[in-house]
């Protein structure tokens, strides 16, 4: 697969048009919503029945590696993106060829490992933590000696999460991180751990003409590897933020994005930025730019890829994104029926997204809430007293 738009003529999509989205999840869903309030039409491909978007878009049920399923989404649809970047690179090498796929498929290559699109981001003059592929338990053995602990091995390939991740605290733990994340049959890559103050993303768009916006800095919290906040604005300088949208416009530029591009950042103790991982679609601590920013991500993503100016990125108001994960939905709902008075005081307005998914699954995203407000402390301070998210 190749850069955005690269040997087909960049087209014009205009409401009216359909797009195809490879994948039927929660960002599809919200995708097609975003899309369909601008008059576009939406058919997913999913192997799930009734999946997030199949709620609110056509879906072909179908598994993603069944080339004849694809072929059927490139006869409905008038241009095709991606919600996910695990696409079998079969059926999207099929797609290149006989539709409009203007992300192309070197970016999904190179952010579906880790050594690559780490060698991509250097190559676009942005720093990543120090890091080591990784051969053997005895190359492992040098590389943690090299680094000091604690330090990350992970599997190049696959991994959401926190999985497919071991944090090596000490040289005996060496060899059962390297048997067990060996065992996925891929290759490794160890990376120094950085000692950081924040992470931070930043989601960035580019259409084919080459215009560029980036949105505001995400501080995001995580809990069990899971994203839990995005804090919006960041509580970072602004030289920070600038710096960090910089980069985002530097990488989306450097690697040819047609679309959307996620950075995470690792902004650390030394007041350095690092870049952890990409991600080349809508992504989960963009969604606070649902109620709070003029222009939503995924509205962007519509605007991108369908070759339209893009959207204003200004932020219209604070924001505190929260994950509502399986555990936290029937206390969510409770809460929902009733009167909020929390929400009255700290005059915070909680915006509510449930993705449609059938079980309500520990740990599983199922939702999210965008609580706006005067400032971040209220916000805070909402999610705090509402004990949803203490379950």
Known sequence: MSGGADNRQ????????TIGILGGGQLGRM???????????????????????????????????????AR??????????????????????????ESYVPQGSELLYTTQHRLREKRAIEAAGVRVAPYREIRSEDELREAVA??????????????????????????????????????????????QFIRFEKELSVIAARNPQGEIKAFPVAENIHVDNILHLSIVPARISEE?????????????EGLGVIGLIAVELFYSEGG???????????????????????????EQHVRAVCNLPLGDT??????????????????????????????????????????GKKEAVFKRKMGHVNVLAPDIDAALAWVEETTIWKV
């Open 10 to 17: 960049a087209k014009t999509l205009l409401p009216g048009s």
């Open 31 to 69: 995708m097609a919503n975003a899309g369909s309030a601008m008059g576009y039409r939406f058919v997913a491909l999913d192997p799930t029945p009734d999946a997030p978007a199949g709620q609110v878009a056509e879906q072909i049920v179908a598994a993603y590696d069944d080339s004849e399923a």
């Open 72 to 97: 059927e989404l490139a006869k409905r649809a008038d241009v095709i993106t991606y919600e996910f970047e695990n696409v079998d690179a079969g059926v999207a090498a099929m797609l290149m060829a």
């Open 146 to 191: 090299a680094f000091g602990t604690p330090c990350v091995l992970k599997t190049a390939m696959g991994g959401y999460d926190g999985k497919g991740q071991w944090v090596i605290r000490g040289e005996n733990e060496i060899p059962e991180a390297y048997e067990t994340l060996a065992r996925a049959g891929v290759q490794l890559v160890l990376e």
């Open 240 to 252: 920070v933020q600038r710096e960090a949208e910089r980069l985002a416009a530097r990488i989306a």
């Open 272 to 298: 350095e930025l690092f870049v952890n991982e990409l991600a080349p679609r809508p992504h989960n601590s963009g969604h606070y730019t649902m109620e709070a920013c003029r222009t939503s991500q995924f």
């Open 314 to 355: 200004a932020l219209m108001s604070p924001v505190v994104m929260v994950n509502v994960l399986g555990q936290h939905v029937a206390p969510l709902l409770e809460r929902m029926a009733g009167k909020d008075e929390a929400a009255e005081r700290l005059a915070v307005a909680p915006k509510v997204h449930l993705y």
